[in-house]
């Protein structure tokens, strides 16, 4: 375990703006690291209620389990089987195995508001203070930090900060508007019903359905979620002029409800109705402020893209923000966070937009293209393939980021088949696995090794060359590159198992250096060291071939 990243120069907190599970994550995230955190939310406390953000993936479920939020993995429900239905026909079902190394199950469908008490009790346990009824109404920043204006029932305060994230969500366009950023893209016509019913719905409990155009729901589709305590999430795809009160005070929404269960009992947990939006913010870095989540970004929840990459924009940030907080790198590692994240968001769009053109065509051609699918469908394996329901939130690989340094022996392949992760090779994250470290008895992950600071991996010593000595030069290269701390290991050391050994299948002499947020930054062959040298440099947005002057003071340690 390496020290803790040391506080700030100022007593000043970094100010996360919006208690939304993306804020609750950076600032956990933040505070692990060492830096001191505020958290403001317009809203009087925490509301807990309704399903939302239900369907959590295994990297997001990871950075919790580092922060000490595993219960979320383990009170979440995985379920196993996807049946996709047409009208009355079952199209296909796919069964979804898990051959990963991972103790982390593949992906879990808990409630938001779960999820966030979980997270809630992390930060009481972190000493990290909420400021509730602080809404935000204004923010300024100068070339020390930034003043932030918030309206409580006192009056108006200023709190400041040396950064700010902005976690304040769809709604929060209060910052985008004093940053002067574009938030465009499209808005969907239709709505969606969503409702959270706990029923016994006996053989549901571990399966997704979608509905494609059934006669309870015609020419619109219905998805059909399982989650813990027998609660079952149901989306409708609804007319533009639905009346929730209206279809509630009507009896009709229990009739929607009675065509999928039948006679069987059932209660109302929650409902609401959402419009969905394609939105993606043109800048999610300026000066010292930086947007996360529905603040910079809005996509249909087919594929669970939202709140998952919202998690990976807090650890993108966190971990930056407090590396320039304490000296370790410059202002270009928070532009980095600009142009992997916003990437990302692109991408995320791109992909969810295509869903939502195949369930909400927007012209005759689209519903020609759909129904021929569909049809298709009924009899042929090729066209199954094409039906969109939504594809499963993945984590982003950056490898055409800044910090990453190519291997021509390990290129990105692009993006593999739905359910598959690509090839290690630099830009993706590290495959888990579990390892032990040297003089410990208790197994860890590799991952929440990684996530301690920048990491070094060892494959085996070239041929002639003394393991010692290899190690001590790889370790006073990385000591000679940055005053942040780093871990060099050799791989065969803490690789027990040796599942992580065959998913990375390193070669003598080559060096794995890994971020703090477990993406593999470089796969470099150390016979010159300055490989070494120049690949941490980069991953740390610094310049490659200036070395840092350690003369006025030793660099932090390299162990």
């Keep these: 375990m390496r020290p803790p990243a040391p506080r700030t120069p100022t007593d000043e907190p970094v100010l996360v703006l919006g208690a939304g599970p993306v804020g609750q994550t950076a600032a956990l995230l933040l505070a692990r690291r060492g830096v001191p955190v505020l958290v403001v939310d317009a809203r009087p406390a925490r509301e807990a209620i309704g399903s939302k953000a239900i369907c959590q993936q295994r990297d997001v479920l990871d950075v919790w389990d580092w922060l000490g939020a595993g219960v979320i993995a383990e009170q979440g429900l995985t379920w196993d089987t996807a049946r996709t239905f047409y009208r009355e026909h079952e199209l296909f079902s796919v069964h979804l195995s898990d051959p990963g190394a991972s103790p982390l199950p593949p992906f879990v469908n808990i409630s938001q508001s779960r999820t966030e008490e979980v997270l809630d009790e992390r930060l009481a346990e972190a000493g990290v203070p909420i400021l509730w009824r602080h809404r935000v109404t204004g923010l300024t920043q100068d070339e020390h930090g930034v003043t932030v204006a918030c309206d409580t029932p006192e009056g108006t305060v200023f709190l400041r900060g040396p950064y700010a994230l902005s976690c304040l969500g769809a709604h929060g366009g209060v910052v985008r508007e004093a940053l002067g950023i574009s938030f465009d893209g499209t808005t969907f016509d239709d709505r969606f019903l969503i409702c959270d019913i706990r029923a016994d719905l006996g053989g549901w409990e571990?399966?997704?359905?979608?509905?494609?155009?059934?006669?309870?729901?015609?020419?619109?589709?219905?998805?059909?979620?399982?989650?813990p305590d027998s609660v079952y999430r149901i989306d409708w795809q609804v007319p533009s002029d639905f009346d929730l009160a209206a279809e509630e005070a009507g009896g009709r929404l229990d009739a929607r409800i009675r065509k999928i269960i039948g006679d069987r009992p059932y209660e109302i947990v929650w409902h609401s109705v959402y419009r969905f939006h394609t939105r993606v913010a043109d800048r999610m870095r300026v000066g010292r402020v930086l947007l996360a989540g529905d603040n910079a970004h809005l996509v249909a929840p087919f594929g669970a893209r939202g709140l998952n990459s919202g998690v990976q924009d807090a650890e993108n940030a966190a971990w930056k923000l407090a590396y320039v907080l304490a000296g370790w790198a410059g202002e270009e590692l928070l532009e980095s966070y600009h142009t992997e994240r916003h990437a990302a968001a692109l991408e995320n769009a791109e992909i969810t937009s295509a869903t939502m053109r195949f369930l909400v065509p927007h012209d005759d051609q689209e519903h020609r293209t759909r129904l021929t699918v569909l049809e298709q469908a009924?009899?042929?394996?090729?066209?199954?393939?094409?039906?969109d329901s939504g594809r499963l939130a993945e984590p982003f690989w950056y490898t055409d980021s800044t910090l990453t340094t190519p291997c021509p022996e390990r290129p990105f392949r692009g993006r593999p088949p739905r359910g598959q992760a690509p090839d290690p090779c630099p830009g993706v994250l590290m495959p888990d696995a579990p390892v032990t470290l040297p003089g410990h008895s208790t197994p860890s992950r590799i991952r929440s090794l990684l996530r301690e600071g920048l990491t070094l991996l060892l494959g085996p010593a070239p041929d002639g060359k003394d393991p010692d000595a290899f190690l001590s030069g790889v370790r006073t290269a990385a000591r000679q590159s940055t005053t942040a701390p780093v871990t060099a290991l050799y791989l065969h050391e803490v690789d027990g198992t040796g599942a992580l050994t065959k998913a990375l299948a390193p070669r003598p002499g080559q060096v794995w250096v890994v971020r703090p947020d477990a993406h593999i930054a470089a796969i470099v062959t150390a016979e010159d060291l300055s490989t070494v040298r120049c690949a941490v440099r980069t991953c740390l947005g610094l310049s490659a071939s200036a070395l840092p002057d350690t003369a006025g003071g030793e660099p932090a340690p390299t162990t």
């Design 378 to 387: 009924l009899t042929q394996e090729e066209a199954r393939a094409r039906v």
């Design 206 to 227: 571990r399966e997704r359905r979608f509905y494609f155009d059934p006669e309870w729901n015609p020419g619109r589709q219905v998805l059909i979620h399982p989650c």
